[in-house]
């Protein structure tokens, strides 16, 4: 039985003002990632035109953000540590000047890119329904109501806050989606896979 999604045809059509040449290549290279052990684990764009990085620096507990041009200079970065070995962060639009952002296992903060300055919250300490050994492993933004959606890892819950971290509600997602790799937010919809 084929099932048609419609709504889908809308974010076929998103443009982002350039197109992509299919026999051209161009690679930024950033420097500094490669050479002190970074990995990056996620990618969104700020207003300004700057990308923001977010990933591992595993040799050292560390996870990081960082603010790049197109050219892959470094405008900002912040490292944090952590007391656990595997610390995967993953990152969201939030406004232009800001980022949402998780980090396993239970971190939620939102990052700016003006000062480098970064709030966060242990997601336990805010929202009783998080397991205590709960990972936080990817996340996405509803803009128009300036939510954050985070998903849990090997879980169909996703739990929203508000763009001052504050816990709201758990969604449940159906099913069919036991454990998403990913998800978005468009048009009041959210997509999982």
Known sequence: MRKEFPELDKLSRIGVGFEIEEDK???VNIEGIKTDGRTIIDITGVGNGSIVLTGSILANCQSHIAVINMNGKILGRKELK???RWVYRYCAYLSELKIATVCWYDEI??????????????????SSSWPSKGMACHLTTDLVNNHILVGRYNSGDVYVFDDQLNYHHTLILPDMIKCPSDMAFSDGKLLSS
Do not use: A, Q
């Not at 903060?109 to 805010?126: A, E, H, L, Q, T």
């Open 82 to 84: 952590h007391t656990r």
């Open 109 to 126: 903060g939102i990052f700016d890119i003006r000062d480098n300055s970064y709030i966060k919250k242990n997601i336990s300490d805010v």
């Open 25 to 27: 290549k161009s690679p």
